[in-house]
């Protein structure tokens, strides 16, 4: 096996399983890169993961990387074809249509760069807020959503609106040309096929996590005397 096949002959079948972990992959191997070094090992990054080192082998294989002498593998190869499979090149820029204290929160984020999306513009519907900065970015009246989307040619959009309001903004977004919506209105979209939505409903995720917890609690609990 050669040690990169490059990404553009790898079959993203086979990737499928690994999905999951590539954004992880690209944020410890990025982290790597910045610090100086250039390998890392398969102990390294199947601890960093929580993964066994036999998986972490059988992920590079599938990404067509074989590692080094030592059990040592080439960061630089293993973000570039991360980076790939991401699709983090180019830049994505985004628009983010809300601009409340979850929209200001993603707004704020600094994070977001290094996975390929840059937000350009911040817009929201209450008049009292158009006009006031978020990390740089003026918040701008709805009513020039379509000039801005035409202009910079954007394609992804963040929603952060209440959730009556999310369906008539989606709609809006994908008739001037946005190709990708993440979701953050408690709410579902129905939009074409052909539009990728990701949908955070951060309460549902968090009632799940309380019910994991109580489950867990009452696994803790003495067993009951007979």
């Known amino acids: 096996m050669a040690e990169m096949s490059g990404p553009g002959s790898i079959d993203r079948r086979r990737i499928r399983p690994l999905r999951g972990r590539l954004p992880l992959y690209y944020r ?7 610090s100086g070094a250039n390998e890392i090992a398969i102990s390294e990054l199947a601890a960093a993961l929580g993964i066994t080192e036999e998986q972490v ?9 074989e590692p080094r002498a030592g059990a040592m593998l080439d960061a630089s190869h293993i973000r570039d074809v991360a980076e790939h ?16 204290r979850l929209g200001s929160a993603i707004a704020s984020y600094e994070g977001f760069h290094p996975f390929g999306m840059r937000i350009v513009a911040i817009f929201d519907s209450d008049d009292a807020k158009n006009g006031r900065f978020i990390s740089g970015l003026r918040i701008m009246p709805m009513e020039q959503l379509e000039d801005v989307l035409n202009i910079f040619q954007v394609r992804l959009a963040v929603l952060t609106v209440p959730p009556d309001e999310a369906q ?45 917890l109580r489950a867990a609690n009452l696994r803790r609990l003495p067993p009951e005397e007979a």
Do not use: H, Y
């Open 28 to 34: 410890i191997t990025e982290k790597v890169m910045r």
């Open 57 to 65: 082998t059988d992920d590079m294989e599938r990404l067509g990387l």
């Open 85 to 100: 499979l991401l699709g983090l090149r180019p830049v994505n820029t985004a628009v983010l249509v809300g601009a409340g």
């Open 168 to 212: 008539e903004v989606a709609n809006r977004l994908v008739r001037a040309g946005v190709q990708a919506i993440w979701n953050f209105a408690p709410t579902r979209l129905t939009l074409s096929e052909d539009v990728v939505v990701r949908n955070e409903d951060i309460a549902a995720g968090l009632a799940q996590l309380c019910r994991d």
